[in-house]
């Protein structure tokens, strides 16, 4: 049983980390969680995901979590996260956020070259289900301009769509699909949005990730809360044993989305010849 304040301490004694993005993988050692897998999806093989929304979902196995974070990039914390994620050589998906992209679009860069899925998730942060469809389908594109813009020549955000609010309609959901972008659900919620206590993101991911056994986690780089909860966050996974898998596309993969920790690719090695690995 997870009880409150039992991450107090951890917390604490990790406020003070934040390592430098050039860590990354070299310095990833025994105690990183690592990224365990990556999985390839194409689009039209995986429309949407998520059992929170949908009857589909990716096909993880038991104690894999596939980690993402909504609504950034936010100057602080995200660059946080980001450098959390490096120390621990994970790797995630941002959905981020068209208005954020435009204030800090080097983040956008940042987390696409460290082998993040950079998505989108809207230009304003509207409810899609809420607005006229012209509306909603006019704020999904301008998303979609401002992180393409971000990213700079050669690069385009992975076509991967989290709705804001996880307000869609049907109407929202067929653009989205005839623009081949998949529409991400999730499975487990941290209700990260909620805390601002790091001690609460922890306890519930890990209360509900046990609950469900697997899952895609749905955070937000954007809270405070989280970027001090990931530390601690991504250190009991690793105790208790799960592990991290990365979501790339077929079409569009980030740049260095196969060098994942030495460790975990060690282990693929070890066991799959690489003609079947995912
Ligand atoms: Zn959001």
Known sequence: MLKPGSFALLVGSTLAFSAPAAFAADTCGENALGTSRTITVSTSEFPRIGTEQYLETLRLKDREVVLTFDDGPHRENTSRVLDVLAADCVKATFFMLGINVAEAPHLARRARAEGHSVGTHTFSHINLSKVPLEKALQDI????????????????????????YLGITKEVEKFLYSRGLMVWGIDVDSLDWTFANPEKVIERSIAELEKNGKGILLLHDIKT???????????????????????VPESNPPPDASNISRLA????????????RE
Not at 226 to 241: F, I, M, N, Q, W
Not at 265 to 276: G, V
Request: hydrophobic content about 40%; charged content about 30%.
């Open 141 to 164: 594109e301008l998303g979609i301009e401002a992180v393409t813009e971000a990213l700079g020549k050669g690069n385009s955000p992975a076509p991967f769509f989290r709705a804001p």
């Open 265 to 276: 690719n060690k282990k693929q090695q070890d066991e799959r010849p690489k003609s079947l």
């Open 225 to 247: 809360a989280t970027a001090r909860a990931l530390p601690v966050l991504l250190s009991e996974l690793k105790r208790r044993g799960f592990r991290i898998v990365h979501v």
